[in-house]
């Protein structure tokens, strides 16, 4: 007899929108944080200052919005089969503390391969790590009602807690926490006055938590063909988000509410766009290699620029082979990105072959 979770991988297809849409945000990661030269970005690969949402900051909520989607694939059918929700639960958790360590992991080589970095805890993949970890469970244990009166509940209540302590950028909630609790081990730390501030901070996780609840219901309605209610909550979400802008304005950093229904709107969308193209009328989009390995190209591509900027090999690849002859011809603008397109071909590239092998690096 098929075991329950064979059978539930036949209950449910895996859909190749998903796997793209992962691949494609994981390239445009790689993009926005591989400049050749951080003193010339191109404004789509910028974030944005404080307030405010650039086409940058989109990338980050929506991958978080794809694994929700991904746990709920993943999860429904093995509570509809009847397997223990305990040992799923265990199983999530295990995996988010491996997502977790790895991003504590990288960091940690980072600070020790390159004199100028410091020491960081919190990072992307640790952020994913615990969004997994409190999403697994919601799928698991709460009926979508419940989940729903959850996500309002955190919705509401950031949304008030930022009232009351301020949003500006030295007067808030994470400003506070972020000193007291990550202290020089914060993506920015002023000695001088204590001071520190992540953007993968604790406090803005109640916000990217959010971002994967929505996920988690998206997968549900991907899963169930109903794609109007899909495009509906990717409308409402969108409008509601930049009516909330206007009370309390869209920020990554903070990953304020209006941020997590603009962006979250967006991604439903982006969703939707990609099942009909993909899973409906059978065209090929570009990213499911990459998608697929996820995870080894945002590592491996973390490892090989430590490893470049260690030995200072960087500096001289991107002067000889880009600004020497793209900078006088484009601009030194067009000279970073396309360095950054370059690291992003590599592991493309390298995603193929492993793909057609059928070789996934999953922890």
Known sequence: MPSATSAATAATPRFSSVDSLRGLTVAAMLLVNNAGDWNHIHPWLQHAPWHGCTPADLIFPLFLFIAGVSLSLALEPQ???????????????????????LGLLLHLVAALLIP????????????????IAVAGPVALYLKPRAQWVLAGALLIGYSLLLAFTGVAIDHNPALVIDSAVLGRFAYRYDPATGLAFDPEGLVSTLGAVMTTLLGLRAGHWLRHAR??????AGVAAIATGAWLHLLQPMNKSLWTPAFVLWSGGIACLALLAAHWLADRRGLWLPGGALGRN????????WLMVCMLAATGADSWLYRHAFASWLAPLAGSTAASAAWA????GVWW???????????????
Do not use: M, N
């Not at 100028?116 to 969004?131: F, M």
């Not at 794609?227 to 509906?232: D, E, R």
């Open 79 to 101: 509570r509809e089969l009847g397997r223990s929700p305990a040992a799923l639960r265990l199983a999530v958790l295990w995996r988010a503390a491996r997502v977790f360590a």
């Open 116 to 131: 100028e970095r410091d020491l960081r805890l919190p990072g992307v993949l640790q952020r994913i790590g615990l969004c």
């Open 227 to 232: 794609l109007a209610v899909l495009a509906a």
């Open 294 to 301: 996820a995870i080894l190209a945002y590592a491996g591509s």
């Open 341 to 344: 397109a370059a690291v992003t």
């Open 349 to 363: 590239l390298v995603s193929l072959p492993l793909d057609r092998k059928r070789w996934y690096w999953k922890i």
